[in-house]
Each structure stands twice: as C-alpha cells, then as structure tokens.
C-alpha cells in the first residue's frame, strides 16, 4: 500500500501545481489590460486601431469621385485639398475612434458625415453647375469676402495684433477664441498664425477633425459621440428633440444658425452632401441612419439674443 501511495504522489503534486498555475493565469487575465493594436502610422496603440483604418475602407480614387469639381479652373482652392492631407490628418484621431469606431460600415459612415459637413461649408456649387451642385466641395478653404474681423475681447485668447480671424479651414474657423482653443487642441499655434488653416491642408483637416471629436462645453456631447451611438439623451435632449444621429451633428456644429428652423435649405444641403457622399462610397443614402435632420431641435447652444426694449 505505501509503495501505491508513493506512485500516486507525483500525480497528485503536478495536480495541485497545475491547479495553480491556472490560478495565477486567470488573475493575469483579469488585470489585463484591454486589447491594443498598431496599424502603423495610421494607427497605433489603441483599441480602435483593431478595427479596419480608414485607407482600409476609404481610397484615392473615392476621394477624388467626392470631389470630383475641386480642383476645376473656377474653383478657389486649386491644388490645395488632396487625399493625403485627409488621411494623415486623421492619423491624430483614428485612436481615439474616427472612423475606426463600429464595423466597417459604421466607420465609412461616418467619415461621410464628416465629410459632408465639409463639403457643404467649402463648396461652391449651384443649382446649374457643371457635374451638379454636389460635386464641387473643397472649392474653398477661406472665406473670400469677410464681412469682420471677427476679434472678439477675450482673456484666455485675445487677438494678436494686425491678425485676422475670419473664416478658414476645412470646417471654417472664425473668432479669436476658436483659433485659440482649436490650437490648443491639435498643438499648432492658430491664435497668432490663423494663416495656418489657408495654407496647410493637413492642418486644415486636422482643426476639422478636432471639431468633430470633441465638445464645445462639459457634459454634452461631441459630433463624434452622436453619430456613433456614444451618446445617451438625458430627459432635457429628448424634450428638446435633440436624438442621436446625423441630425444632432448638424446641431453641435451649427446651433440655431440652422436648426430649429423647419426645413430650411442650409440644413438640407449639409444632409444632401452627406447622403451623396454615402452613394458615392457605396453604402447608399438608404443607410443614412434615423433622426437625419435638425429642424425641430433645439440648439445645444442657442445664441445669444438681446432682449427686446
């Protein structure tokens, strides 16, 4: 019996040190970190860049079909825009979820999205163009005729003497103290070189991009947030008509200038461009997602209007 017992010993030792090491295996696993992957300078060190990027989904030659009039004789920008200047500039923001958050479809999304927004505020289509009014966005990358020069007085960002803050940029730019913040966010001197935006596309895109990331003001929501399905309306949002999709986005970048204001053609022409953008990349408008529109919301941010005397 004790020669039996002695041949069952080792059986039982490799038992208990399995046992363990399983153990210690499984606390391992719990203290992980989450997943991360590199897609090379396109995308690094995080958990989006385990989804496909946006050159996986997104080429040349689909950037060039989306704007197709750019770089036509009577644009204002000839030579400025170019697909390398989008891509490198998202490389900031592929980490932190644009156009990498979701599957492959969401991310074609919302790349549209964003690209919509832009191709409405840079174009210079009308109703007879050639190739038709949604063909000739990233026409401009200034305003052409400013109206100011948008100085504000500001503490955090006052104006840089002999500097001008009119409209620039891929999702234009204007005030003092959006150069400032928008420099800030994306570590490029704006608030003394606004020139910046009108003469490097990649920061162009870049400042864009940020835009779309992030939120104007605590607790509310980013463009980003909203088109992604990242963001849940409180009771205050759905009271005030405010629901994810394309139509909250048009709310966060343009407020009460063109929301709340029935169906009214600046909001239709953003939405056009981005369901044009969508059948142009091969996803079709019929996928354009709910609440598409921003005429009944209410502005997360209404103006400021002086009460009437």
């Not at 730019?173 to 608030?191: M, Q």
């Given at each position: 019996m004790a020669r039996d017992k002695g041949r069952r010993q080792p059986a039982a030792v490799a038992a208990v040190v399995f046992a363990l090491v399983m153990t210690a295996a499984g606390v391992v696993r719990g203290k992980s970190k989450p997943k991360t992957c590199d897609k090379g300078w396109e995308c690094k060190s995080s958990i989006y860049c385990c989804n496909e990027t946006i050159s996986d989904y997104f080429q040349v030659y689909q950037f060039e079909n989306l704007f197709s009039k750019r770089n036509a004789p009577v644009a204002h920008a000839v030579g400025f825009w170019d697909y390398h200047s989008f891509i490198t500039a998202s490389a900031l923001f592929q980490p932190l979820g644009f156009g990498t958050t979701g599957g492959k479809q969401m991310g074609m999304k919302e790349v549209a999205a964003f690209l919509g927004h832009v191709g409405s505020k840079t174009s210079c289509g009308y109703g007879v163009a050639t190739g038709g009014p949604l063909a000739w966005g990233l026409c401009y990358n200034h305003e052409m005729s400013p109206s100011q020069s948008y100085c504000n007085p500001d503490y955090l960002y006052p104006c840089t003497p002999g500097v001008e803050y009119y409209g620039r940029?891929?999702?234009?730019?204007?005030?003092?103290?959006?150069?400032?913040?928008?420099?800030?966010?994306?570590?490029?001197?704006?608030?003394?070189?606004?020139?910046?935006?009108?003469?490097n596309a990649t920061v162009a895109f870049q400042a864009a991009m940020w835009r779309w990331m992030n939120p104007m003001k605590k607790k509310q929501p980013s463009a980003h947030d909203v088109f992604v399905g990242n963001w849940k309306p409180t009771k205050n949002d759905t009271l005030s008509k405010r629901l994810p999709g394309f139509g909250a986005t048009i709310n966060i970048l343009n407020g009460d200038q063109v929301c709340g204001q029935g169906s009214i053609d600046a909001m239709n022409s953003i939405i056009s461009h981005y369901q044009y953008y969508l059948d142009l990349m091969g996803i079709g408008r019929e996928h354009s997602g709910d609440n598409l529109d921003c005429a009944e919301q209410e502005a997360f941010n209404p103006s400021y209007k002086p009460a009437a005397s």
């Open positions: 940029g891929a999702l234009p730019v204007y005030w003092n103290y959006n150069y400032g913040i928008t420099g800030d966010g994306i570590k490029v001197d704006l608030l003394n070189h606004p020139e910046y935006l009108e003469q």
